[in-house]
């Protein structure tokens, strides 16, 4: 007996199809049957990847795909994740205008892949296009004169900041946002609408809009300047985020507080991480940030940006932190290769003992022990006794406080007493360059090991250069976004030590 596809049953067919790979598999597939292009469909449109964006050329096929999402439900109901590299745009930003040549009847699903972009795809050629985008205002919340405007601007197709706040509130379970953004202000239609559904303001007051969107990460579009965290700010009152990531976030010259950061009461956010990558935010900026979640459970600050100039205050995160000392649980606080210090830069020690639920700990020398401090240091009084993990990068750096290495020897030696729950220490450093370091690193391995810690101990010389892969998302950096080409992973290497 011969079998084909056509004997096994859908619940069989949908399994199978849920295993294709690579994705791109699926446009030939929801080519073959009636029946398979059913149950494809919605893995082809699981991930929408917009690739090559940029504040001048746009986002090619931003509007073909918008118009897709408008016309069929079902299709904008299957996306779960959405990303926009590098940046959508803006008419300020000198927005190419529609390439009205290239207007189809239909998207792009069966164009060459490996086509170069020559400009941004119109609203396709489709008799009943002006009542499709109008429904798809309405079906926002939008009435009366709004939809007038909302349908000029989107039919207009010049700014990608409007064709994106009518298609995201569409995207029904959407779960996963990866948003690049540029240089944009308070009026942007993107930052609005985010900032009106975080408020609950009409029209998102009702309906399940955003509902499901649970992780975000809004990173910042260049190679050297920062961006406005006002993104980060609109997107804090979100009702299911949970995990928020930013990239290279911290305006320059900025004297008071994010007005997207004021808006959001404290205490109203169900968030439970934060992660900031090559970011330098203003310091009531961090302080409103990290006072909106009622329980935060994770925080990850690897705090620098050389084109961010703020001064650095250590009391300052404390401070922000202070909400959550029943709640935190992991902790990275960390830094570049080098972190370039201004003159009104306050690197003073930092100490976590208040911070009950703290499991994970991972910390530069620099912000145990402070910049400069070379007469007293001490440790005592530093770690909670509920740390089971312990990470401390930049060991023995010669440039900050050298008497960490030697206060943590006291600290681990007396482990019964200051750390009596700690099961794993990994110290990170430059240890082949630095021989005396490297020896005394051994020594508290060896004295922690005997009292039943696992050890590790990594050599991590430029650790943040380009080294072709991208560092991961998370405490244990795995989680995946789509590569930023912002923050490479360097060689890092495990040294065995004889205990």
């Not at 009435?143 to 349908?151: A, L, M, Q, S, Y």
């Not at 900025?254 to 959001?264: G, H, L, V």
């Not at 005592?380 to 010669?398: A, H, I, M, N, R």
């Amino acid at each position: 007996m011969v079998l084909n596809l056509d004997t096994l049953t859908e619940e069989l067919l949908n399994r199978i199809v849920s295993f294709v790979s690579p994705h791109s598999s699926l446009w030939s597939l929801v080519l073959v049957s009636r029946t398979l292009n059913r149950l494809a469909t919605p893995y082809l449109y699981e991930t929408v990847n917009f690739k090559g964006a940029s504040p001048d050329t746009g986002i090619r096929h931003l509007i073909p795909f918008a118009f897709l999402a408008f016309q069929k439900p079902y299709i904008a109901s299957s996306v779960r994740s959405l990303s926009i590299r590098d940046t959508y745009g803006t008419p300020d930003q000198g927005l190419e205008p529609l390439n009205d040549d290239d207007a189809q009847s239909e998207t792009d699903e069966t164009e060459d892949k490996n086509e170069e972009s020559h400009g941004r795809k119109g609203w396709p050629n489709h008799p009943d296009r002006d009542q499709i985008i109008r429904s798809a205002i309405e079906g926002v919340g939008y009435t009366g004169g709004e939809v007038d405007r909302w349908f000029t601007a989107l039919l207009e197709g010049d700014d990608e900041a409007t064709i994106l706040s009518i298609l995201l509130p569409h995207l029904k379970k959407l779960r996963r946002l990866d948003l690049s953004q540029d240089w944009i202000g308070d009026e942007d239609d993107l930052v609005s609408t985010f900032r009106k559904a975080s408020k609950r303001e009409e029209p998102f007051n009702q309906g399940d809009s955003f509902t499901c969107l649970t992780d975000i990460l809004v990173a910042g579009y260049g190679d050297k300047y920062p961006v406005s965290p006002i993104m980060l700010g609109a997107c804090l009152g979100l009702p299911a985020l949970r995990r928020l990531h930013g990239l290279k976030m911290g305006e320059n010259e900025q004297d008071e507080a994010t007005q997207t950061m004021i808006e959001i009461p404290k205490g109203s956010s169900s968030i439970e991480e934060i992660e900031l990558r090559e970011t330098k935010l203003y310091s009531e900026d961090l302080k409103l940030l990290l006072s909106v979640p009622k329980a935060l459970k994770t925080f990850i600050y690897d705090l620098g940006h050389s084109w961010a100039w703020y001064a650095v205050d250590t009391n300052d995160i404390l401070e922000g932190l202070s909400h959550h000392t029943e709640s935190l649980q992991s902790l990275v606080l960390d830094h570049p290769d080098y972190a370039e210090e201004m003159d009104n830069d306050y690197y003073a020690p930092m100490e976590f003992s208040a911070f009950t639920k703290l499991g994970y700990l991972k910390a530069s020398v620099l912000y145990l022990g402070g910049s400069g401090n070379r007469d007293a240091c001490s440790l005592k009084k530093t770690f909670p006794q509920s740390l089971k993990k312990l990470c401390v990068t930049y060991f023995g750096e010669g440039s900050y406080c050298p008497l960490v290495m030697y206060e943590l020897h006291q600290v681990l030696e007396q482990k019964e007493q200051y750390l009596p729950n700690l099961e794993e220490l990994i110290l990170e450093g430059q240890f082949k360059k630095q021989p005396e370091t490297l020896e005394l690193a051994k020594d508290i391995m060896r004295c922690v090991s005997a009292k039943g810690v696992r050890v590790e101990l990594v050599d991590d010389a430029y650790r943040r250069t380009w080294s072709g892969s991208e560092q991961g998302w998370g405490v244990d950096e795995a989680i995946d976004w789509q590569p930023t080409l912002a923050r490479g992973l360097g060689e890092r290497e495990i040294l065995n030590i004889e205990l």
